[in-house]
């Protein structure tokens, strides 16, 4: 009985800790911004800015204390969502958000974090890929995901070939491996938009 009451106890106080999360995001300004580019663009002179814009990262990062409990809380939302399309949109939303963060950590020299961040958060595109292929297999009309899906990897590989300055030189080769998650998912979504004769985002980089 003692049991079942302190497992009753560490739920509510689990719940309590993700509401109290949910509750201090909310309370920061919730806007639209678009990730600075450097001075000299990575897309070269002459070449328009990829049109995408991130959502705000929130108020607590992954080197805040409770990060543990803001990640907790985006993996319960992922599982409980029951549509796949919705999840290919958070899988999205999660990765966003934590590109963002990587920058600000950089900006804050904590490249640890941030790297470990970064390496995370890219692995959320792979997701988003997979959730639109099992979407799409069940009927969903995803093309209007596929077309964001590929902007926003570009936008992020341009981010990610952004930051690679403002990691030491030991933390380089985890950023430059992490940039194949947006590589791959573009590719994945262009398949996805040739497949039904739509129109593609551009490809800006070179070599691809």
Known sequence: MFKKILLVCGIFA???????????ESSGVSYIFTAPIPESSVLGEGIPDINYRFPFQGGIL????????????DRVWYLITPSPLKRAELALLFSDKRLVSTQTLLENKKPNVAISTLTKGEKYLEVAVAQEILARSEGYDTSAFLNKLATASLKHREVIESLIPLVPEDGKPSVIKA????KNSYKAARDGLNSRGLTVPINPFSGD
């Open 14 to 24: 689990f719940a309590f800790a993700i509401l109290s999360v949910s509750i201090l």
């Open 62 to 73: 992954p080197d805040n204390p409770l990060w543990v409990f803001k990640a907790a809380r």
């Open 179 to 182: 940039e194949d998650y947006a």
